[in-house]
């Protein structure tokens, strides 16, 4: 298709195992970010790749969570031993350029148990 | 702390009249705004959008006007459908920024 794809769409875990979660962008888009929607809140940003680059993970909660896009396309957000608190909708998108509008994937919905 | 404000949980507008959702921000280096709609379990879709340069941006049905002085701005949805009942999100980006500031959204139903 031709927009941005996320899987998995659902994903549960028990509280210590790590996850990968994947966002396929729309093709050609430069830019990439990732958000995190908690339950009522608007998304907030995690991270953001220029190509391969990672220019800002700022928004990163903690050293468990990490983000990569090594060929500038796919990228993978991976958060290792979860807690409760990661569970979340997290959200990628992509942009042609940074400042473009950003094209939003439809989710993975991250409930840890 | 919120940088972007929806003070609005929800709105019920009937359809064919004019929906107003509305958005604050405090950061005044916000200059470029945006409107996302969000159906349940899909992701955020752009909008419409505005620059800090201007106070007014149509397109179709939907207009966004902005307020610099007041730091405001609201989306206007004339006339107003039933497929238009969504949750509505307001975004800014700051100068030269290109992370999204998010508000908690704005919840509308449109009733026939």
């Known amino acids: 298709g031709a927009g941005v794809s996320q899987s998995p769409r659902y994903k549960v875990a028990k509280r210590g195992q790590d996850v990968a979660l994947r966002c396929d962008p729309i093709?050609?888009?430069?830019?990439l970010f990732w958000y995190q929607q908690a339950l009522g809140q608007g998304p907030e940003f995690l991270t953001y790749?220029?190509?391969?680059?990672?220019?800002?993970k700022s928004g990163l909660p903690s050293d468990r969570f990490f983000a990569e896009r090594p060929e500038g396309s796919v990228s993978t957000l991976k958060i290792q031993r979860t807690q409760q608190e990661d569970s979340a909708v997290y959200l990628c998108a992509s942009s042609l350029l940074s400042r473009e509008p950003q094209h939003f994937g439809d989710g993975t919905r991250l409930s840890i148990l | 702390d919120q940088q972007v404000k929806q003070n609005s949980p929800s709105l019920s507008v009937q359809e064919g009249r004019i929906s107003i959702l509305n958005c604050d921000y405090t950061n005044s280096m916000f200059d470029y705004f945006l409107w996302y709609k969000k159906y349940p379990a899909e992701g955020p879709t752009f909008l419409i959008s505005i620059s800090s340069i201007k106070d007014k941006n149509e397109d179709g049905r939907f207009t966004v006007f902005l307020n610099k002085s007041a730091k405001h701005l609201s989306l206007h949805i004339v006339p107003s459908q039933p497929g238009d009942s969504a949750v509505y999100f307001c975004a800014a980006l700051r100068v030269s920024g290109y992370a999204l500031n998010f508000g908690k959204g704005t919840s509308l139903l449109v009733t026939p």
């Open positions: 790749f220029q190509n391969e680059a990672q220019l800002d």
């Open positions: 093709s050609g888009h430069v830019s």
